[in-house]
């Protein structure tokens, strides 16, 4: 340590200076990480939202059978793994799945959005799905899914669905 008494006073000035420029530059880097940690975790927050939303709206659009509010939530290069069966994109998807059990009984939906998990371009979540078949009363079948879904441009799509 440098002694104030011991520096004549333009050198005593220079390194008060240092000192000042020095402790200002670093309470600059300090506000500024504290800055970018909460912008993180407020776009992390932001996104669970938005992802929770999607999965819930998605969802309600299949019980629905709204084809083309489904097409909207999804990525035209979706992959599905169901009942032992892959489909590749969008146009698969709807035309070889959806289409087809649309076709079947009115079935009711309860949906509860379980887990989410967020990364600043990428998420994943689980639900589980009350399904009432109408002409079953006393089936009432739980259907688990799994979703991955991707932030393009500042939106979120669904990826792929089991």
């Not at 939530?73 to 994109?89: A, C, K």
């Not at 709807?94 to 076709?103: Q, S, V």
């Not at 379980?114 to 078949?133: E, F, H, L, N, T």
Request: aromatic residues 12%; glycine residues 4%; charged residues 25%.
């Amino acid at each position: 340590m440098c002694f104030p008494y011991l520096l004549d006073s333009q050198t005593y000035v220079d390194f008060h200076k240092k000192m000042e420029n020095s402790m200002k530059k670093r309470l600059g880097l300090t506000l500024l990480a504290c800055c970018v940690g909460f912008t993180a975790f407020a776009q992390t927050d932001s996104d669970e939202t938005q992802v929770r939303k999607l999965i819930n709206e998605f969802e309600s659009a299949l019980a629905r059978k709204d084809i083309a509010k489904i097409g909207g939530f999804v990525s035209p290069q979706i992959v599905v793994f169901e009942n032992g069966y892959r489909n590749d994109g969008w146009q698969d998807f709807r035309d070889n799945h959806l289409i087809p059990e649309f076709r079947h009984a009115a079935s009711q939906y309860s949906t509860t959005v379980i887990k989410v998990d967020v990364s600043p371009s990428m998420a994943w979540g689980y639900s589980s799905m009350k399904r009432v078949q109408l002409q079953k009363k006393d089936a009432q079948p739980d259907v688990w899914t799994t979703y991955i879904l991707r932030k393009e441009d500042g939106k979120w799509t669904i990826v792929s669905l089991t």
